[in-house]
T-cell receptor, first 110, second 115 residues
Framework: GIQVEQSPPDLILQEGANSTLRCNFS?????LQWFHQNPWGQLINLFY???GTKQNGRLSATTVATERYSLLYISSSQTTDSGVYFC????????????FGSGTRLSIRP | DTEVTQTPKHLVMGMTNKKSLKCEQH?????MYWYKQKAKKPPELMFV???????INESVPSRFSPECPNSSLLNLHLHALQPEDSALYLC??????????????FGSGTRLTVV
């Protein structure tokens, strides 16, 4: 089945720093979503981005479907950005399933 | 209403107890999901309901029994659980067909402890 890999697994930054999180997938996908899971466990949609680039405030994301990767950029990090960032993909061959990557755990220090 | 509501938020149960987790959404989504998440791991899919019919069971033990009484409600009935079943149980919904990531919305979860 499709493999979804995220890097880095862990990232510790000072408040105000910028970061780039990466999601690689091993097969063609028809949709891709970035989620943020806060320290209390709530998973929040960030971007639905099967291709192209989107921006929302300090966050932006780019997916290059032909090269099978997606990037999430966080600028001017705040402590509230801490948590785990997951990408999740839906696949053509298994329309009823989505596959989560292993996540990037981000810690922003004040 | 853009929320998925899960109750209870916390649950402690003994290995001989029977309990149920509830999930409700009013976004008109016709696909609903149960996930199990252990600490420091991604969510693992357990069950998928599409148009109120069970479409995927990821080889989940029979001590977990899902139910979808209508298009807005999803239950997970628990019986004779083991301590290793302790986890965060997440409900999600999305537009059909099931598997469409767009509009995928998670509830805040039920943190289950089996003693």
């Amino acid at each position: 089945g499709i493999q979804v890999e995220q890097s880095p697994p862990d990232l510790i930054l000072q408040e105000g720093a910028n970061s780039t999180l990466r999601c690689n997938f091993s097969d063609s996908v028809n949709n891709l979503q970035w989620f943020h899971q806060n320290p209390w466990g709530q998973l929040i949609n960030l971007f639905y981005i099967p291709s192209g680039t989107k921006q929302n405030g300090r966050l932006s994301a780019t997916t290059v479907a032909t090269e099978r990767y997606s990037l999430l950029y966080i600028s001017s990090s705040q402590t509230t950005d801490s948590g785990v960032y997951f990408c999740a993909v839906g696949v053509y061959s298994s329309a009823s399933k989505i596959i989560f990557g292993s996540g990037t755990r981000l810690s922003i220090r004040p | 209403d853009t929320e998925v509501t899960q109750t209870p938020k916390h649950l402690v149960m003994g290995m001989t107890n029977k309990k149920s987790l509830k999930c409700e959404q009013h976004m008109g989504h016709r696909a609903m999901y149960w996930y199990k998440q252990k600490a420091k791991k991604p969510p693992e899919l357990m069950f998928v309901y599409s148009y109120e019919k069970l479409s995927i069971n990821e080889s989940v033990p029979s001590r977990f029994s899902p139910e979808c009484p209508n298009s807005s409600l999803l239950n997970l009935h628990l019986h004779a659980l083991q301590p290793e079943d302790s986890a965060l149980y997440l409900c999600a919904s999305s537009q059909a067909p099931a598997g469409t990531v767009r509009g995928y919305t998670f509830g805040s979860g039920t943190r289950l402890t089996v003693v």
